[in-house]
């Protein structure tokens, strides 16, 4: 889906690398790098996993949703909202 495998592949070495300097990662949060980050609506790599998973919680937070038996309602039940629930499921990705 998005080239994901292919771009992770590619992008993998450099972010272990870069792993060792929290201070990359803080500076990338911060404008105008963090315009350099994945976004939901990227048709391509991370960005277009971010923007179907968001689609499927979105759908399951609808009130008239009926609930699962899976991992995604579980953290639900244990409530978790939007955000947590995004940032959860791309952890678990």
Known sequence: MGD?????D???PVI??????????????????????PRAGDSVG???IIGFTAGII???????????????QSFIN????RTDLLQEVSLQL
Not at 58 to 70: F, G, H, M, S, V
């Open 10 to 12: 590619r992008m993998l």
């Open 58 to 72: 979105d759908e399951r937070l609808r009130p008239d949703a009926k609930p699962k038996r899976d991992m995604l």
């Open 16 to 37: 272990a690398a870069l792993n060792n300097y929290t201070s990359f990662f803080m500076a990338m949060n911060l404008w105008p790098l963090n315009l350099l980050l």
């Open 4 to 8: 994901f495998l292919k771009i992770n």
């Open 46 to 48: 991370l960005g277009a």
């Open 78 to 81: 244990s409530g978790l909202g």
